[in-house]
């Protein structure tokens, strides 16, 4: 079948899924710091308007990282056939 054969070339094996899923909690992790960091410098804010919105952009693709890692823990423990 084209779909399940392409499905399980876009959904990460077993390996993949713990990387990504480090990478995305350590992401997470710096991102929330920075915005919280961010937040609490008034003058930081004023100087450099954009990095905000980078870190709440990092912070959500993260987020999506994350969610792919289980994704392909799902698959990991019943494959598409």
Known sequence: MIVSDTLKQIIPGTYTSII???VGVV???TSAIGISAY???KDLKDKHPMNDAFLVT???ISILFVLYSFVG???MYSPID
Do not use: G, K
Request: no cysteine.
């Open 39 to 41: 937040s609490a410098d």
């Open 27 to 29: 992401s997470i992790a």
């Open 20 to 22: 990504i899923l480090i």
């Open 73 to 75: 823990f799902y698959n």
């Open 58 to 60: 990092a912070l959500v």
